[in-house]
Structure formats: structure tokens, C-alpha cells
Nanobody, 116 residues
Framework: QVQLVESGGGLVQPGGSLRLSCAAS????????MSWYRQAPGEEREFVAN????????NYADSVKGRFTISRDNAKNTMYLQMNSLKPDDTAVYYC?????????WGQGTQVTVSS
């Protein structure tokens, strides 16, 4: 079965960095576009970034462009999100997502808190 497991979240001061990971299993990871989303308290889940199967094409939300970098290692079935220059507004639960056919799969999420 499809499984997505996020890790790497935590508490960081403004201006700091974190790297999130999403370990995937149960499907052919290298053939699917992968995405990161986030959900802040009281807010709707929002798109952060996505990456095409080969890793050659990436897209970012305007709010993270220039600060976050999405990447993947198809040999390890893992996607990453390097987050730099973090701001309090980046505080949220971060989720990885894959759509296979008509079904969307989500991980359980990892909490990122940016606070001094």
C-alpha cells in the first residue's frame, strides 16, 4: 500500500533552516510527481512546492520562492524540502502528497514551528 512518511520538523528560530524528508513506499516513486503542502492553524492546506519525476522541473508558491528548495532522490524513494530564512509565517504542519490515478495520498505531516 502507498505510504508517505514525513520527518525533520521541529522548532527553529526566525532566520533558521530545516530540511524535511518524505520517505515513500508502495508505488514506483521515480515515475510520479511529488508535492509538499502545509497547513497552519485555522487555515486551509496550501501548496508549497512540487517536483516532476526526473527532478528537472520544480514549482514553488510565491511565499517560499527563493527560500525553499524541493528535491528528490529516486534511488532512495525520498523527497526533500530544504527551508532557509524561515519566518514565523512558515509555522505549519507540512505534508507530502502524491496523486496516483484518481487517488490522492497524504503523509501524516510534520510540525514546523518558527519562533524566538
Amino acid at each position: 500500500q502507498v505510504q508517505l512518511v514525513e520527518s525533520g520538523g521541529g522548532l527553529v528560530q526566525p532566520g533558521g533552516s530545516l530540511r524535511l524528508s518524505c520517505a515513500a513506499s508502495g508505488f514506483t516513486f521515480s515515475t510520479y510527481q511529488m508535492s509538499w503542502y502545509r497547513q497552519a492553524p485555522g487555515e486551509e492546506r496550501e501548496f508549497v512546492a512540487n517536483i516532476f519525476p526526473s527532478g528537472g522541473i520544480t514549482n514553488y508558491a510565491d511565499s517560499v520562492k527563493g527560500r525553499f528548495t524541493i528535491s528528490r532522490d529516486n534511488a532512495k524513494n525520498t523527497m526533500y524540502l530544504q527551508m532557509n530564512s524561515l519566518k514565523p509565517d512558515d509555522t505549519a504542519v507540512y505534508y507530502c502528497k502524491v496523486r496516483i490515478g484518481v487517488t490522492t495520498y497524504w503523509g501524516q505531516g510534520t510540525q514546523v514551528t518558527v519562533s524566538s
